[in-house]
């Protein structure tokens, strides 16, 4: 079974980065497509960014174009968010999810395995 761990988030001030870490174990991710969402208190689950496990296709929600980077390290089964220009808004449950792939989605739907979350927090 599948499973996806995150860590890194925490308290940050406004302009300032995290970068979060979702570890992954359970299955054989070559064809899989790894993703970021986040949900804001009171507010829908959001997607964020997408990666291809194998390969260099991403996809980025608007809100985060130019200020999150997505990438993975293939060899420790890893994926990261590297945040920066961190704003008030981007305050949030992280969530990192993998669907099998190979289509990158939006739609939280599409993905199958979901971690816990970690909290960010951007204090202006």
């Known amino acids: 079974q599948v499973q996806l761990v995150e860590s890194g988030g925490g308290l940050v001030q406004a302009g300032g980065s995290l970068r979060l870490s979702c570890a992954a174990s359970?299955?054989?991710?070559?064809?899989?497509?790894v993703a970021w969402f986040r949900q804001a208190p009171g507010k829908e689950r959001e997607f964020v960014s997408a990666i291809r496990w194998s390969g260099t296709t991403t996809m980025y929600a608007d809100s985060v174009k130019g200020r999150f980077t997505i990438s993975r390290d293939n060899a420790k089964n890893t994926m990261f968010l590297q945040m920066s220009s961190l704003r008030p808004e981007d305050t949030a449950v992280y969530s990192c999810?993998?669907?099998?792939?190979?289509?990158?989605?939006?739609?939280?739907?599409?993905?199958?395995?979901w971690g816990q979350g970690t909290q960010v927090t951007v204090s202006s």
């Open positions: 359970g299955g054989t991710f070559s064809t899989y497509v």
């Open positions: 999810a993998a669907s099998r792939g190979p289509v990158l989605y939006s739609g939280s739907s599409r993905y199958q395995y």
